[in-house]
């Protein structure tokens, strides 16, 4: 099982630029994430989706917008990009939104901003 | 949610059990703790969780105390792939806060 699938894996984008984090998950999970970690931090929530069909802010969603295509699909988008969205982006994904155990996590996304 | 807290760093040598503590003096008795690992440059890897008694499962043993203020994850032999960085979350399962929130946590270097 592929588990959380992100791509790219690496981008790096001019600023003013736009572009999509794509995530998918083959586990049949209703809940997915995207989290940024900066270095030497935690990870913050951008946004999150609870179930098909909904998605809410997380901690810092300024400067990002989702979209929940279907039950496997959850992306991630920056429409004008900044240096401070320099960061590694990852996805994750739950069987139900309320409870904390059982996130797997994708492998990450590394975004450079210049 | 209850904040955490965890020293930055521990060493433990390889074979040796790693104890690894967290303080939540501030959890709220509808709050399980869990714990997650980071290793280097991959996503976050569930560890177990509990809510006041003991647990263990096939990666760590979870020590609550009685009181709920602190808890000590426990890796039975540590090897040199237990490296990476551990959190310790405090969250409340059927909450409105939905968010899973870490930490620095502690990187365990685990030795030769």
């Known amino acids: 099982n592929a588990g959380v699938t992100q791509t790219p894996k690496f981008q790096v984008l001019k600023t003013g630029q736009s572009m999509t984090l794509q995530c998918a998950q083959d586990m049949n999970h209703n809940s997915m994430y995207w989290y940024r970690q900066d270095p030497g931090m935690g990870l913050r929530l951008i946004y999150y989706?609870?179930?098909?069909?909904?998605?809410d802010k997380g901690e810092v969603p300024n400067g990002y917008n989702v979209s929940r295509l279907n039950k496997r699909e959850f992306s991630l988008r920056l429409e004008s990009a900044a240096p401070s969205q320099t960061s590694v982006y990852f996805c994750?994904?739950?069987?139900?939104?309320?409870?904390?155990?059982?996130?797997?996590f994708g492998s990450g996304t590394r975004l450079t901003v210049v | 949610d209850a904040k955490t807290t965890q020293p930055p760093s521990m060493d433990c040598a390889e074979g040796r059990a790693a104890n690894l503590p967290c303080n939540h003096s501030t959890i709220s008795g509808n709050e399980y703790v869990y714990w997650y690992r980071q290793i280097h440059s991959q996503g976050p890897q569930y560890i177990i969780h509990g809510l006041k008694n003991n647990e263990t499962n096939e990666m760590a043993s979870l020590i609550i105390t009685e009181d709920r203020k602190s808890s000590t994850l426990i890796l039975p032999h540590a090897t040199l792939r237990d490296t990476a960085v551990y959190y310790c979350?405090?969250?409340?399962?059927?909450?409105?806060?939905?968010?899973?929130?870490f930490g620095k946590g502690t990187l365990l270097t685990v030795n030769p």
């Open positions: 994750a994904s739950s069987d139900t939104f309320d409870r904390g155990y059982g996130y797997t």
């Open positions: 989706s609870a179930s098909e069909g909904t998605t």
């Open positions: 979350i405090a969250f409340a399962s059927g909450g409105s806060n939905y968010k899973l929130t």
